[in-house]
């Protein structure tokens, strides 16, 4: 119970510095075009609220926890578990991997940071294989590159670390 709580604290957390970092670094333009910051704020507050709920309330997050499908693996696989301790787990990775990518999106660029943000995603949470994660990761972010440079005509950052 203590631990939900300490990891709700932490999303909650890692949340306000998403939405802090965007209001402040981003532009969140208007609802009708919304620029850079919008939807990294947005999810900054999604996450402080989840965040809040799984500290108020842990019993809550252990029912669905619980209530979720088998995720394939056998018994003999895995060790033993307290209920929804897989996914308090993938959430805080989750969290952690998000706030990097947020943070290196200018400074690396987007397609470096996307790139490490998708590998990072498939290996830290999704917990893949080497060559699906480098598969997934390269095929998704060339093809999000070329729809948001080319298709959409979005400027997307080219990093201040390689200018």
């Not at 990097?100 to 830290?124: H, K, N, P």
Request: proline share 5%.
């Amino acid at each position: 119970m203590m631990g939900s709580r300490i990891v709700g604290f932490l999303i909650a957390a890692g949340g306000a510095a998403v939405a802090v970092y965007a209001y402040h670094y981003l532009k969140l333009g208007r609802m009708i075009s919304p620029d850079a910051g919008f939807l990294p704020f947005l999810l900054g507050c999604s996450l402080m609220v989840m965040g809040a709920i799984m500290a108020a309330r842990p019993s809550l997050v252990e029912a669905v926890a619980t209530a979720l499908p088998d995720d394939g693996f056998k018994a003999e696989d895995q060790e033993p578990h307290p209920p929804g301790a897989n996914l308090k787990m993938k959430l805080f990775l989750g969290v952690i991997v998000l706030v990097v990518y947020a943070w290196s999106l200018e400074r690396a660029g987007y397609f470096l940071a996307t790139v490490a943000f998708m590998g990072g995603w498939q290996l830290a949470v999704e917990k893949e294989r080497l060559f699906k994660t480098a598969l997934i990761t390269v095929l998704s972010a060339l093809i999000m590159y070329g729809l948001f440079r080319y298709l959409l005509k979005v400027h997307v950052p080219a990093g201040t670390w390689f200018s």
